[in-house]
C-alpha cells in the first residue's frame, strides 16, 4: 500500500476537478480514452511504449494520462464519482482502497459482464475487487507487489557490511534482526540513515499478517491486534534509535533522498523498483535487492476500473482488458518492476529469469515470487487504505518529535472517525 497523506474533506478537491474527464470523438473519427493514475501505474514518466502500442493497433484510440499523488488520486475519484461527472474513461485504483468502493458497484462497470477471463488470477484477488455476492467485478487486476528490502551497497560497504545479496538476506532473518543491524550503521556513514521512513518499515512487519486493521468478520480490529502494536513499537524503536530519514513518502524530499544517497534501505515491493529507477537513475548499480526480513509478505497491487458514468465505455473496457492481459504485464514487469498478478507468468522464462540491470543484476524475477510463496491472504476491509496512511503520518509525526504514545491515541481517535466508529 503506497502510504501518502490522505485529506479527508472531499470538499476540499472540488478545486482541482480539471479536465480529466472522459475524452470526446473529434471529426477525425478518433477516440480520445483518459486514464487517471496515481505513480508509475502503467508506465515511468517518459515511457508511453505501452499506450503507443495499443494506439498502433487501434488505430480510431488515442491515450491521454493524468497522474496525481496516491492520496490526491482516489480522493479526487471518489469526488467525482460523488458529482455524476469528472470521472476519466479509466481509474486505477490501489488494491487497499479498492474495497472503499466496493459499495457504490452501480458506479462502475461491471467486468462480470464484459466476457473478462477471471480464473487467470487467483480466488482471493479477484474477490477484492468483487461485490460480496461475486455478483459484480468492478475492476480487473493488474500487478502484485511482494517484498524485498533494496540497499545501496556502497553505503553498506562504507559502514563495513556485507554487500552480497545473500549475506545481507542471512543478517536479518526477522524485523528485530533487521533493526538490530540499523543500529551498527546507525554513525557509520555521516548524514546516511538506516532507512527512508518509519511508515514504511511498519507496513513492511505487517506485510506478513493476515489480519491487520480488519478481520475476516469486517470488523474493525486495528486497535486490539497485537501484531499492529507490536509494528509500530518495534518502528518507534527503531525512529528513537536515529534510524530513520523521516522522508514522507512520495514527497519532494523522499525523492531528493534517492538521488543523494540519504538512506540504506527502503522496504522495496516489486513497484518500488520502477519508483527508483524512474526517480534516481544516477544511482544505477549502486542498488542491490535482498530478501525480506521474516522471508516473505506482499505489499501493493491495484485495479483498473471503467466508471459507468463515461462516454466510451465499449472503448474504454476494451482498453482495461488489454492492459490487465499476461503479456502485457510481463512488459511491465521488464520495464518499471510491476510484478505480474497472474501467478502463471511467474515460471514463463520472461519473468522467472529476469535480472535487474539497475540493481546489480539482482534475479527479481526470483526474489518476488519467493516472497510471494507464504505470504498469507491478508484482509483488506473498507478503511484499510487510509488507516495506512493515518498510521504513516503518525509515525512521521513521532519522527518529528511527538510523544509516541500521543502519536498512538490520536491515530486511534482518527482511524475510528474516518470508520465510522469515533
Known amino acids: 500500500m503506497r502510504n501518502s497523506r490522505i485529506v479527508a474533506s472531499i470538499a476540499a478537491t472540488a478545486l482541482v476537478l480539471t479536465a480529466c474527464g472522459s475524452g470526446d470523438s473529434g471529426d477525425s ?32 484510440v488515442k491515450i491521454v494520462e493524468n497522474r496525481s499523488d496516491f492520496g490526491t ?33 452501480d458506479k462502475f462497470v461491471n467486468f462480470k459482464d464484459k466476457d473478462v477471463d477471471t480464473a487467470q488470477w487467483t480466488d482471493s484477488t479477484v474477490q477484492r475487487a468483487s461485490s460480496p455476492d461475486g455478483k459484480t467485478l468492478i475492476g480487473l ?52 540513515k538506516w532507512f527512508d521512513a518509519g511508515g514504511h518499515v511498519f507496513t513492511g512487519v505487517l506485510g506478513n499478517e493476515k489480519e491487520t486493521y480488519y478481520n475476516a468478520k ?36 523522499w525523492n531528493t533522498g534517492f538521488q543523494k544517497g540519504q538512506f540504506a534501505t527502503v522496504t522495496c515491493p516489486a513497484w518500488m523498483m520502477g519508483y527508483i529507477q524512474g526517480n ?39 482498453l482495461a482488458k488489454w492492459l490487465t492481459t499476461p503479456e502485457q504485464n510481463v512488459k ?11 501467478e502463471s507468468t511467474w515460471s514463463q522464462p520472461e519473468v522467472a529469469d529476469f535480472t535487474s540491470e539497475f540493481f546489480s543484476n ?26 495506512g496512511n493515518t498510521f504513516a503520518g503518525a509515525l512521521n509525526s513521532v519522527e518529528q518529535g511527538t510523544d509516541p504514545g500521543k502519536a498512538w491515541d490520536s491515530a486511534m481517535s482518527d482511524i475510528k472517525s474516518a470508520a465510522g466508529e469515533g
Open 29 to 60: 473519427g478518433v477516440t480520445t480514452l483518459t486514464i487517471n493514475v496515481f505513480g508509475d501505474s502503467f508506465s515511468l514518466k517518459d515511457n508511453r511504449t505501452l499506450y503507443d502500442e495499443y494506439e498502433k493497433s487501434h488505430k480510431n
Open 73 to 105: 488520486h482516489h480522493q479526487n475519484l471518489q469526488a467525482r464519482l460523488t458529482a455524476g461527472s469528472g470521472a476519466a474513461d479509466l481509474e486505477v485504483i490501489e488494491v487497499g482502497q479498492v474495497s472503499g468502493f466496493i459499495g457504490q458497484t
Open 141 to 192: 487486476p493488474t500487478d502484485i507487489g511482494g517484498l524485498a528490502m533494496c540497499y545501496r551497497t556502497d553505503l553498506f560497504a562504507q559502514a563495513g557490511l556485507p554487500t552480497n545479496r545473500d549475506e545481507v538476506s542471512a543478517l536479518w532473518s526477522s524485523w528485530d534482526d533487521y533493526v538490530d543491524v540499523g543500529s551498527r550503521f546507525v554513525g557509520k556513514v555521516p548524514g546516511v
Open 218 to 253: 469486517g470488523d474493525l480490529i486495528v486497535e486490539k491486534n497485537k501484531a499492529v502494536k507490536d509494528a509500530w513499537d518495534l518502528t518507534v524503536k527503531a525512529i528513537k534509535a536515529g534510524q530513520s530519514a523521516a522522508l514522507a513518502e512520495f514527497s519532494t524530499e
Open 280 to 318: 534516481a537513475p544516477d544511482t544505477k548499480g549502486k542498488w542491490d535487492i535482498a530478501k525480506i526480513p521474516g522471508g516473505s509478505g506482499n505489499w501493493g497491487g491495484s485495479y483498473v476500473t471503467v466508471p459507468a458514468q463515461g462516454k466510451h465505455i465499449d472503448a474504454a473496457v476494451e
Open 332 to 342: 511491465l514487469f521488464k520495464t518499471i518492476g510491476n510484478f505480474p498478478s497472474q
Open 362 to 387: 539482482a534475479p527479481a524475477g526470483k526474489i518476488y515470487p519467493e516472497s510471494l510463496e507464504n505470504a498469507p491472504v491478508q484482509v483488506v476491509g473498507p478503511q484499510s487504505g487510509v488507516i
